[in-house]
């Protein structure tokens, strides 16, 4: 168990199948009292794991299941929100920005992704504010914002 939770968790060498094999005994070995917030990892890693594999359907449960057992995991709903950009279904990539910045309104990259959502829903203005937070957490995002012409 202490090595799954190693492979699913913390280990950044190991194959995307590793992780998904790790993560599920993980998540088939929890108990009702166990602690949510490290299953809702768990499915956040295998997630993560099956994106990386193009398994984006089955990422998108395991990210659900993670934000249903943590609605706070700023990283779930990050992750979750690239999918809906990639799938360019901007309203709920749009929410689960705002959930992310929410859970940590340091994480100037998704600030960033989040102005660039904003400005596909034509929020000009909600962009520019999100551009201008995301260069004051990290400068960079000031040139990245300069690169894309806005």
């Given amino acids: 168990m202490a090595r799954d939770h190693m492979i699913c968790l913390n280990d950044r060498r190991a194959t995307a199948l590793d992780i998904i094999a790790a993560c599920t005994r993980l998540i088939e070995a929890a108990r009702p009292n166990d602690n949510a917030f490290a299953l809702s990892d768990a499915y956040n890693e295998r997630g993560r794991a099956n994106a990386g594999l193009k398994r984006m359907d089955a990422a998108l449960e395991n ?3 993670a934000i249903l057992l943590d609605p706070d995991n700023a990283d779930a709903n990050f992750n979750r929100a690239t999918i809906y950009v990639e799938r360019k279904n901007y309203p709920l990539a749009l ?3 705002d959930a992310a910045v929410a859970g940590n309104p340091m994480d ?3 600030i960033f992704d989040r102005a660039l959502v904003k400005i ?3 929020d000009k203005a909600g962009a520019e504010e ?3 937070a995301a260069a004051a957490i990290d400068p960079r995002f000031d040139d990245a914002r ?3 012409g806005f």
Avoid: E
């Fill in 63 to 65: 990210f659900a299941t």
């Fill in 95 to 97: 929410k689960d920005f």
């Fill in 108 to 110: 100037g990259l998704a």
């Fill in 120 to 122: 596909r829903l034509g």
């Fill in 130 to 132: 999100d551009f201008k």
């Fill in 146 to 148: 300069a690169r894309l």
